[in-house]
């Protein structure tokens, strides 16, 4: 009889151990054996929920995805308003990819393995849509310039974010530092001139 409950356990153990490993040797140093044995499971266990390294992988990657959706709502309740929460989230998301595990190998993953052509476009527009919504709001709110196109703002803001993760996991340097100079010129056509002094381009300390 199957327990749905150490079913949930069992597919969460996998990707945690799968997080672990891909961090260490990287996805394709990384074989299903390596994942089973970390975890003390059969191959057959494994393959219950998911059917290749690949689906594994994928499930990683969700897991990053999840974070952007945890961190937006963390800063949207400090009551902040929307611009500012977006800067914010950028400079989290930057950081975190140096300070968490998840972030890190789900940023890896998207642009250094055969992920790439299935999920980075995937990945792109949902912070793109993330994006647009914030911007929205900052519309509605008075933050943000009348008549400026949002959604070419989105995805120069996207493209941004996502470029400067990747340099940071590929390349190594500094996230923050490269979101901080790309807000700082970004906010001076975006923001309304009133609302500019009460924003802050840099990341929040400690």
């Given at each position: 009889m199957n327990d749905p409950a150490q079913g949930a356990r069992t597919r969460a153990g996998l990707v945690a151990a799968s997080i672990e490993l891909f961090d260490r040797h990287g996805y394709e140093g990384t074989s299903l054996d390596a994942v089973c044995r970390s975890i003390s499971v059969t191959k057959g266990a494994l393959y219950r929920h998911f059917p290749s390294k690949q689906a594994l992988a994928v499930a990683v990657v969700e897991e990053h995805f999840?974070?952007?959706?945890e961190v937006r709502a963390e800063f949207e309740g400090t009551g902040t308003g929307p611009l500012q929460t977006l800067i914010d989230l950028t400079h989290r998301m930057g950081a975190l990819t140096r300070t968490d595990r998840t972030v890190r190998v789900g940023v890896r993953l998207l642009f250094t393995s055969e992920l790439f052509e299935l999920l980075a476009?995937?990945?792109?527009?949902?912070?793109?849509?993330?994006?647009?919504?914030?911007?929205?709001?900052a519309v509605a709110a008075g933050e943000v310039r009348p008549g400026l196109d949002t959604r070419e703002e989105a995805d120069g803001i996207a493209a941004a974010v996502i470029g400067s993760q990747a340099l940071a996991v590929i390349a190594g340097g500094d996230p923050v530092d490269r979101l901080a100079t790309m807000w700082r010129?970004?906010?001076?056509?975006?923001a309304v001139p009133a609302h500019r002094p009460h924003l802050r381009a840099t990341a929040l300390v400690g």
């Open positions: 999840r974070r952007w959706h476009g995937v990945h792109f527009v949902s912070l793109v849509v993330m994006v647009r919504d914030l911007l929205g709001q010129h970004r906010l001076e056509h975006l």
